[in-house]
């Protein structure tokens, strides 16, 4: 059994549902990637057009009542930054406080929502509040996410961006596009601030800076990392001044291991690069991954030297749906090729490890739900929920036994004294796969793209029962048995 007052939802990112029936939002990056030709030629975007999606914007009426037959409570919905502000908010003059090239305050006033009113497109707004009214009213939990990859066209073009060297995801943060986006994270807090329960300012951030580093090299994502970690503190700063929730960041997570448990002291190392550096930043000020990246100092691991970064998470968001196996080479480390999230993209052939795969290439691999949460809590003891977990499946071959065995490790950590609140699964219906387009299908709900018809998909029904006992019941236990 999960505790009482768990919540079982789901999670939705603005530019992979909002589109299919009516109001097309051009004015992303991700819009415009996902149409160039050149793009298209090189099989980096799959030419699918967002633009004919599962069409949330009009259906989510639909959407939420599919959702609490389901017997969800819980939703995360991500709102698309450029349709609040189409146009650039540069013009909204703010007062940045600066140290050796650390932004360590923004100002935001009255005054600033203000201009920003001016700005801001209204009709967006108000879809938005009707959305997000449709959950309240049911008596749901809202969970509300800033950014969630696509950025307006007014602050990435990825016309200027040189594809050879960066051609997965274009959005990464500077200085000028982290002070636009805490005057968007105010404006957002200021009049949403009550509607929502929590608030994350951004999805997997880590995938951003990872895919975006110009070269691989630790430095490189280490300076990129830090917008990141800026963006985060000083929205957290400007938004506690217009609302009391809990603010944090939602993360990509995988089981890291070394291979074959050979090297636990690399085990050790990666999960500080790919998790810990940035959760430290943001909960101990610790930016011991400054050290060789964007300056030199003595600094001593483990000993604040940003104050101004300290104590802004109230929650971390837990994405997770595989392991990463690591090895070392010569400069660095790799991944291991046939395990986790690497196994070169083989549906449904079986990882080096004889576990099922998904049609993403994802090892199915559900004890690392376990090991992602009891880590997280023993470093830094703060609520958590999980924020997407799930798998591409059209046929739902997998997935009910996914769904059974993520969910009883997920229960395992809560026994073992994990904080976690909420359960949110990827996803509630099909929906825009981003490079991959339609072909994936992560939903409950099966969409049909062309009458925009939803049909439930049999893990939908397992996740009623599931929802309806708060926990596996003894007849599905089976499901979590196996091996995958
Ligand atoms: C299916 C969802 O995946 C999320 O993104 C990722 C990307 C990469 C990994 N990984 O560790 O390799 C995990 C999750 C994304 O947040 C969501 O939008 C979906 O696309």
Known sequence: MFPKNFKFGFSEAGFQFEMGVSDIDTNTDWYKWSHDSENIKNHIVSGDRPEEGVGYWDLYPKDHDLAEYIGMNAARIGIEWSRIFPVSTERVTVEVIEENGDILEIKITEKT????????????????TNIFNDIKKRGWFLVINLFHWSLPLWINDPSNRNSEKDNA??????????????????????????????????????EVFKTCSEDKRVESYHIRMKWFVEAHARSYDAMKQFTNRQIGVIYANGDVQSFENKDPKLK????????????DALIHGDVHWYVGACRKTNHVHGKSIRPDLSNRIDWIGVNYYSRNVVKRKEDGYENVRGLGYDTGWVSYEKSLDG???????????????????????????LPMMITENGMA????????????SHLKNLERAINDGAKVDGYLHWALTDNFEWGSGFSKKFGLIKVDYKTKKRYLRPSALIMKEITKHNGIPEELEWLGEDKF
């Open 113 to 128: 929502i203000k201009e920003l009113d001016l700005l801001s497109d209204k009709n967006a707004m108000q879809h938005y």
């Open 268 to 279: 050790e190392e990666v999960e500080y690069e790919q998790r810990y550096s940035f959760f």
């Open 169 to 206: 995801l274009g959005n990464c943060m500077n200085r000028s596009s982290v002070i636009e986006f805490v005057k968007y994270a105010a404006y957002i807090s200021y009049y949403f601030g009550s509607i929502a329960d929590r608030f994350a300012t951004m999805n997997e951030p880590n």
């Open 355 to 381: 576990r099922s795969v998904s049609e993403t290439g994802w090892e199915i691999y559900p004890e690392g739900i376990y090991n992602i949460v009891m880590s997280y809590h023993k470093r830094y003891e």
């Open 393 to 404: 499946d059209d046929n739902d071959r997998f997935r009910p036994r996914y769904l059974v």
